[in-house]
C-alpha cells in the first residue's frame, strides 16, 4: 500500500539538522524523506548556507547531485564543503533508487524522474526554502555523471545547466570493462541484478541507461552542458570512448550546442572537489562569485574540432585526441590522435604522415610505446626533417579487432579521415604532401591502400608488414575476386605504368621474424620486385628485435620528410634500446 507523505508540522518539521558529521561552520546540513518511484522512503540531504532559514530566505539556485556508485548520499554531501555559503546555492544530495539497488541505480529511468521531481518534493517538504525556477542545475561524477546526463536528455525544460565529470556513458562498455576493476566479477553480478540481464542477453536494457544513446536529444536539449574527463581514469576506463565520444556526437548532431569539455590526467572524479575544480565549473554558471578565465581557450591555434590536448611536449609539439568523424564508417569509432609540430601555424602548409597500426591493436601503440611526439619533437628541432602533421586513425570496433586495413576500414581512411584532415587543418592537400606508413598489418595496409589509392598517397612505407592477403578481418569470407584487388604483388604489376608516372616513392623496413607467417625475406623479395620495375624504393633492415619498431618510425620519417640519417639515434625519454642497430640501406 503507497502512503502519502505527511505534511510537514510547525511543531516538529520533517527536515533536521544532521550533526554526526562536522560540516563548515557557515553551512548547514538537512535531511528529508521522499517517496521514491516505487514506493521506498529514501533520504535526501540538502545543503544550505547557515543564515538561511524561515526568517531569512531569498530565492537561492539549486544544484541536485545524484551521488557515484556504491556512495551514500551523505558522503555525495561532502565533496560540496562550504561552497554553496560562498555562492548563495542550495544542494540536494539524493540517495536514489533504481529497479534492485539503492546505490547502483545506473541510470534507471524511475531514478531519473525521481531526480526531476527534486524541487517538487523540496516545495513540499520545505515550503520555506525557496528556489529560483530558472537556476536549476545538475552536478554529478562517475554514475552521478551519467544519471546528470539522462536528466538534461529526458528534462531539458528543468536545467540551467549541467556538469558530468568521469562519467559512464556507454553502460554496455562498463559491464564489459568490470572485470578490469576491483571486484570486478561482483559488480557485474550487481549490474545484471540492477538491469535484468547482460548486454548480450538485453542490450536495450543497457542502451536506455547510456547517454551516448540520448546523444541526439542532449545535442539538441540546450542546456548548457560541461563535460570533464581524464585520459588516466582507472574507474571508468577509456573515457575517450565513453565521455569523450558523447562530445564528438554531441558536436557532430549540433555544432553550436552549449558544450565544454575539459580534459586532463586526474584520477577518477577527484576534480570534482570543494578543493579541486568543482569550484570553477560553478564560475562558469554563475554560482560563485569571479569569472573562470577560458574564453581564450578555442583561440589557440591547435585546437581541432573534436579533439582535446593530452600533451603538450617540452620540444614545442602538441599532441591531441578525438575521433575523426564519418558516418558512413562502423560504429561507434575509436578515437586516434593528432599530432602537431613545434611552431604549429595556420599560415603555412604541412605535410601529412598517416600512421597505421598494427592488428590486434590501437592508436595508442604510436604513443604509448613510440612517443611519437617526443621523436617528431627531437628530430624538427634538431633539423634533421622538415614541420609535419602526423594523423593516427583506428580501425576495428575495439582493442581485439583482428583483422585488416581494408574493406570498410580503407574506405574510412582514404573517404573520411583524408578529406577530414585536409578540411580541419593547413596541409598539403596532394599527393606530394601525404605519406601513408604502417607497421606490422599496419604495413600491409599502407602498401594495399597505396597501391589502390596512388593519386591520394605520394609516398608509401611498410614497417615489418607483410604483403600476401590473409583470410582474416574482411578478407575471411571473401572471394577470389576481392582477395586478387588487395594482393599488393598483383597490384604492383598492374599499376607500376601510372606509380612511375606519378612518381610514388616506397619505403620498406624489416626486423627479424616477428610471427609465425611473417617473414624478412618477403619484405626482400618485395623490394626487389620494386626495383625490377623501375620504381624508387629504400629498404632498411634491423637485425635485432629490440627497438626495432622505434628505429623504422624514425628512419621512415627521415627518409619522408629529409634527408635518411646512417645512425639512429633516439629521443630523450623514447624507451629505446641504446644499443647500436646495424642496418643496411638499398636505394634506386
Known amino acids: 500500500m503507497l502512503l502519502t507523505p505527511p505534511p510537514p508540522q510547525p511543531a516538529r518539521p520533517v527536515a533536521a539538522v544532521v550533526e554526526r558529521h562536522r560540516l563548515p561552520s557557515d553551512v548547514r546540513l538537512l535531511v528529508v524523506r521522499y517517496r521514491a518511484w516505487d514506493g521506498r522512503i529514501r533520504p535526501a540531504y540538502v545543503l544550505l548556507p547557515r543564515w538561511y532559514g524561515p526568517e531569512r530566505n531569498p530565492p537561492l539556485p539549486r544544484v541536485i547531485s545524484p551521488h557515484g556508485r556504491g556512495v551514500p548520499a551523505r558522503s555525495n554531501a561532502h565533496i560540496w564543503g562550504d561552497l554553496p555559503a560562498h555562492g548563495p546555492f542550495a544542494v540536494v544530495n539524493p540517495e536514489g533508487q533504481g529497479r534492485r539497488f539503492a546505490l547502483y541505480s545506473w541510470g534507471d529511468a524511475g531514478q531519473i524522474d525521481d531526480l526531476a521531481r527534486m524541487p517538487t518534493i523540496l516545495r513540499r517538504r520545505l515550503p520555506w526554502l525557496r528556489i529560483d525556477p530558472r537556476r536549476i542545475y545538475a552536478f554529478g561524477g562517475s554514475m552521478g555523471g551519467q544519471e546528470t546526463l539522462l536528466l538534461v536528455a529526458r528534462f531539458p525544460h528543468l536545467l540551467a545547466g549541467a556538469a558530468a565529470f568521469d562519467a559512464d556513458t556507454d553502460l554496455a562498455m562498463r559491464y564489459r570493462d568490470f572485470p578490469l576493476l576491483p571486484f570486478g566479477t561482483y559488480l557485474q553480478w550487481v549490474a545484471r ?18 547517454p551516448l544513446d540520448d546523444a541526439r536529444a542532449i545535442a539538441g536539449s540546450g542546456v548548457p552542458l560541461q563535460l570533464w574527463w581524464s585520459t588516466k581514469d582507472q574507474i571508468v576506463v577509456d573515457q575517450a570512448r565513453q565521455t569523450g565520444l558523447l562530445y564528438h556526437l554531441i558536436e557532430r548532431d549540433e555544432p553550436r550546442a552549449p558544450v565544454w569539455q575539459f580534459v586532463g590526467t586526474w584520477k577518477h572524479t577527484a576534480e570534482m572537489r570543494w578543493f579541486r575544480r568543482l569550484p570553477f565549473a560553478l564560475q562558469l554558471f554563475g554560482l560563485l562569485p569571479g569569472s573562470p578565465h577560458i574564453a581564450t581557450a578555442p583561440l589557440s591555434p591547435v585546437a581541432v574540432p573534436g579533439f582535446t590536448i593530452v600533451e603538450s611536449g617540452a620540444g614545442g609539439g602538441t599532441l591531441l585526441r578525438g575521433v575523426f568523424p564519418d558516418a ?31 592488428m590486434p591493436g590501437a592508436p595508442d601503440e604510436y604513443v604509448n610505446s613510440l612517443h611519437i611526439d617526443s621523436l617528431a619533437d627531437h628530430l624538427i628541432t634538431s633539423g634533421a626533417i622538415e614541420p609535419f602533421i602526423a594523423v593516427v586513425p583506428a580501425a576495428g570496433p575495439d582493442v581485439h579487432y583482428n583483422g585488416e586495413w581494408a574493406g570498410p576500414w580503407e574506405d574510412y581512411l582514404v573517404h573520411g579521415v583524408v578529406p577530414w584532415v585536409d578540411a580541419h587543418l593547413p596541409t598539403v592537400p596532394t599527393a606530394a604532401g601525404r605519406t601513408l606508413a604502417g607497421l606490422s598489418a599496419g ?52 599499376e607500376a605504368a601510372q606509380l612511375r608516372v606519378l612518381g610514388t616513392k616506397f619505403f620498406l623496413g624489416s626486423g627479424p621474424n616477428h610471427s609465425h607467417w611473417f617473414k624478412e625475406q618477403e619484405t626482400v623479395d618485395f623490394a626487389a620486385r620494386l626495383r625490377r620495375l623501375h620504381l624508387p624504393v629504400a629498404l632498411r633492415l634491423f637485425p635485432t628485435r629490440k627497438g626495432e619498431w622505434l628505429d623504422q618510425l624514425q628512419a621512415g620519417l627521415e627518409w619522408a620528410l629529409g634527408r635518411p640519417q646512417t645512425s639512429l639515434v633516439p629521443p630523450p625519454h623514447s624507451g629505446s634500446s641504446s644499443t647500436p642497430t646495424a642496418s643496411a640501406t638499398l636505394l634506386t
Open 193 to 210: 541484478e540492477e538491469v535484468g540481464g547482460t548486454p548480450s542477453g538485453d542490450p536495450r536494457a543497457y542502451a536506455v541507461r547510456s
Open 443 to 494: 604495413g600491409f595496409g599502407a602498401v594495399d591502400i597505396g597501391l589502390r589509392s596512388a593519386s591520394v598517397f605520394g609516398r608509401i612505407e611498410s614497417w615489418s608488414g607483410y604483403v600476401r592477403v590473409l583470410h582474416d578481418g574482411p578478407f575471411k569470407h571473401a572471394d577470389p575476386k576481392t582477395l586478387a584487388a588487395n594482393d599488393p604483388v598483383r597490384l604492383l604489376s598492374l
Open 328 to 358: 558512413r564508417a562502423p560504429q561507434p569509432l575509436r578515437p586516434g590522435f593528432l599530432y602537431l609540430p613545434p611552431g604549429f601555424d595556420r599560415g603555412r602548409r604541412y605535410p601529412v604522415v598517416y600512421l597505421l597500426h598494427g
